[in-house]
């Protein structure tokens, strides 16, 4: 069975800080790895996503995310956080074939701090 | 433009009265499904289909109905809801089998008293 761990529920930044969210992950098959994000009252939407090719994986609003299979780690990284981050961001995880659902991680807030 | 609606976006019902939930996307996507995502516990498939007339049990069905008889619509069903099932409700849609990016729509927020 795929599962994710996101570590820390609530995490909060200063504005212009580095924004370090973490996931990790257990899957029996190197997997696809996703990061979603949703803002208040809307939908989740896709920032970026990890399916076998480069480990280093860039997504939308300056957000990147390593693939680490040594630590099975798939962290969301922003150089520099900007107030309309702050939203509440999902790590999930697939295998790559066969008819299996995303498994999400429990989410993690991200308050941006002025 | 590329979406996933659902409907309603609020719901408010008293316990026992069947509700719809009803979900279109507009992408030819084989494959939906339905979340209902609960503080602290992220969000959890309900229901799947792969295709038209074929559906599946995801991790949390009971309580739960869905049909997909049109490519396009995956309607959830409550058939007697209970105050358990006040949740957030996310459909989403994938391509197949490639199924690497999953569209989700805007939610629906049910409140069962």
């Known amino acids: 069975a795929q599962s994710v761990t996101q570590l820390g529920s609530h995490v909060s930044v200063s504005e212009g800080a580095l924004v370090l969210l973490r996931c990790n992950y257990s899957?029996?098959?190197?997997?696809?790895l996703f990061w979603y994000v949703q803002y208040p009252n809307q939908g989740l939407q896709l920032l970026l996503k990890?399916?076998?090719?480069?480990?280093l994986v860039k997504g939308i609003n300056g957000f990147e995310a390593e693939f680490k299979k040594s630590e099975t780690s798939f962290h969301l990284t922003k150089p520099s956080a900007h107030m309309s981050d702050a939203a509440e961001y999902f790590c999930a995880v697939r295998r790559p074939s066969g008819n299996t659902p995303l498994v999400f991680g429990k989410g993690t807030r991200l308050s941006v701090i002025a | 433009e590329a979406q996933v609606t659902q409907n309603p976006r609020y719901l408010i019902t008293v316990t026992g009265k069947k509700l719809t939930v009803t979900c279109s996307q507009n992408m030819n996507h084989e494959y939906m499904s339905w979340y209902r995502q609960d503080p602290g516990l992220g969000l959890r498939q309900i229901y799947y289909s792969m295709n038209v007339e074929a559906t599946d049990k995801g991790d949390v069905p009971e309580g739960y109905k869905v049909s997909r008889k049109e490519k396009r619509n995956f309607p959830l069903i409550l058939e007697s809801p209970s105050p358990n099932q006040t949740s957030l409700y996310f459909c989403?849609?994938?391509?197949?089998?490639?199924?690497?990016?999953?569209?989700f729509g805007q939610g629906t927020r049910l409140t069962v008293v």
């Open positions: 989403a849609s994938s391509p197949w089998p490639s199924n690497t990016e999953a569209f």
């Open positions: 899957s029996s098959v190197p997997p696809y």
């Open positions: 990890y399916t076998s090719a480069a480990t």
